[in-house]
């Protein structure tokens, strides 16, 4: 099925840096979400976007949605070991959600 | 608020028995449910979604089906289970724009 670019596949990171991920598609989506799971459970809401070229922030991480519609990015300063874990993007169509395959982050403590 | 129960958590199934998995939600009505499969930890594949009773759109032709016989719950069923059935599968709820919120998971191991 249909899936979004989503880039770097995984990171190995030291504790305190920031880390940045990002999806492309070669669709227009109109809602643009950020999830994080961790293992052995569902994907928790990070951060949704609506409009192009918004800018949204929750505590250290920060998210964009691109001004052609089909890219978003998410950033996460500082990072800390509970940032472990599998973050996702997806854009919304149709009353589903499309998916990246996952950015894989651990940090280093 | 809304909640999403799934169970069981884990499952250990032998190749050709039956499956069923069953997703309740509370808090809401009508809802807009999913059924997503993950395989190693990585990429979920939409399996089925229900925009109500009796209503059920398959994404991927499989060994699956999907029923919907309430308003708030969704079943996952196989008559007989295959090795590649094996994976983490999760129910999730759309709520309104456009954000899906899911449930904690099964993890079925086809042995």
């Known amino acids: 099925g249909q899936q979004l670019n989503q880039s770097p596949q995984s990171m190995f990171i030291q504790e305190g840096e920031d880390v940045s991920m990002n999806c492309t598609s070669s669709s227009i989506f109109n809602t643009w979400l950020w999830y994080k799971q961790d293992p052995g459970e569902g994907p928790v809401l990070l951060i949704a976007?609506?409009?192009a070229g918004e800018l949204t922030s929750n505590g250290r991480l920060t998210a964009q949605f691109g001004i052609t519609r089909k890219d978003s990015f998410l950033n996460i300063s500082a990072s800390i070991p509970s940032d472990v874990g599998i973050y996702f993007c997806?854009?919304?169509?149709?009353?589903?959600?499309?998916w990246g395959l996952g950015t894989s982050l651990a940090v280093n403590p | 608020s809304q909640t999403i129960h799934q169970w069981p958590a884990t499952l250990v199934q032998p190749v050709g028995s039956p499956l069923s998995l069953e997703c309740t939600v509370e808090?809401?009505?009508?809802?807009?449910l999913y059924w997503y499969r993950q395989a190693a930890g990585r990429g979920l594949q939409l399996l089925f979604y229900?925009?109500?009773?009796?209503?059920i759109s398959s994404e991927v032709p499989q060994n699956l089906s999907a029923s919907r016989p309430q308003d708030r719950q969704f079943i996952l069923s196989s008559k007989k289970l295959l090795l590649s059935d094996s994976g983490f599968y999760l129910c999730?709820?759309?709520?309104?724009?456009?954000?899906?919120?899911f449930g904690a998971g099964t993890r079925l191991s086809v042995l």
């Open positions: 808090g809401t009505s009508n809802p807009n």
């Open positions: 999730a709820l759309r709520r309104s724009q456009d954000i899906q919120y």
């Open positions: 229900s925009v109500g009773i009796g209503q």
């Open positions: 976007l609506y409009k």
């Open positions: 997806a854009g919304h169509v149709n009353r589903k959600l499309i």
